[in-house]
């Protein structure tokens, strides 16, 4: 019987001048484990002239965890943060009742070639910290656990597996790992996941249970202690999932929340600009994401 439940084809979405490659949420599956929305940036290259421009925006009920493996994103955020991620880093925001930020290339490079390429992910949270008060915490790549076995190497970008734990401070029991091979390997990492688990084909590819797939195809596994596959040459692939919540979470626009009273209210705050529910950006307060009509609306 096979262990694939579910392949997804990366799907284009347009998040301003710029294109990324949605994962989740799919409509067969709004999430995998508690990561619900996962975006796959470029690899683009951006002329003197381009730049990622994101204005201020809000998110209510969950964590984003951005990581890059190319090019650079400067953050601000209405808790006053305000930090350059660069690849290899993970920026980890946790919006709890509501917070702002914007993302931005930094001043330096926005009259010079580039290229952006990486992933953006949404983490609901867990009940009783959807209301929490937001945070912000950038770790560097030095602090990713990073280790090789049998010529594989492994990144444990957050969560924990392996008996290892990443530095990034998640609200539940999860994982995000990066697996890459120079030569042809058989992977077989079933006994240290646990929950729900899915796996992105970024290079290369991976052959389980006679089939191939290759770059920008999303795996989701039926057991995940079957997780068991060959991975070709210079291949890299990344892995997330983990324990799901017992309560659906509902996604409208940016916001997360098992409640959608509070998803509600959210929507009303932001499109009447309440700076008490959702602050001003502390160097990056002339503008703002309107929120779009067609939402307002929808229950």
């Known amino acids: 019987m096979s262990n694939i439940g579910l392949i997804i ?50 998110h ?24 350059e991620i660069k690849p290899g880093a993970v920026n980890w925001m946790t919006a709890g009742k509501g917070v702002v930020h914007s993302e931005r290339t930094p001043e330096y490079l926005r009259h010079s070639d580039k290229r952006l390429h990486g992933f953006q992910i949404w983490v609901g ?25 049998d010529g594989i190497q492994y990144k444990l970008i957050a969560g924990e597996a ?20 120079k030569e042809a390997k058989k992977i077989s990492i079933g006994k240290d996941l646990y ?36 991975m070709s040459e210079n ?12 309560e659906e979470r509902f996604i409208f626009w940016n916001f997360v929340n098992s409640d959608k009273e509070l998803l509600d209210q959210a929507k009303v705050n932001w499109n009447d600009q309440n700076h008490d529910a959702f602050p001003l950006v502390p160097g990056d307060d002339k503008e703002y994401v309107p929120l779009p009509k067609a939402i307002l609306n929808r229950k």
């Open 9 to 58: 084809e990366e799907k284009a979405a347009d998040i301003g001048n710029f294109l990324v490659g949605r994962l989740l949420p799919f409509r067969e599956k709004r999430a995998v484990g508690p990561f619900v929305f996962i975006d796959h940036m470029g690899p683009s290259e951006l002329k003197d002239y381009q730049n990622l421009d994101v204005p201020p925006h809000p």
């Open 60 to 83: 209510i009920g969950l964590s984003t965890l951005t990581y890059l493996l190319e090019g650079s994103i400067f953050h601000r955020d209405s808790i006053g943060s305000a930090i």
């Open 125 to 149: 949270l867990p009940k009783h910290l959807e209301q929490s008060e937001p945070t912000f915490h950038h770790i560097e790549a030095d602090d990713i656990p990073v280790w090789e076995e």
């Open 162 to 181: 392996f008996g290892r734990t990443s530095p990034v401070p998640v609200h539940s029991k999860l994982f995000f790992l990066e697996i890459k091979t």
């Open 195 to 230: 929950g729900e688990a899915a796996m992105y084909v970024l290079d290369g590819t991976v052959s389980t249970e006679g089939n191939s797939y290759g770059s920008k195809q999303l795996m989701i596994a039926k057991d995940t202690k079957l997780c068991e596959f060959d």
């Open 235 to 246: 291949g890299t692939v990344y892995l997330f999932g983990g324990e799901p919540f017992d």
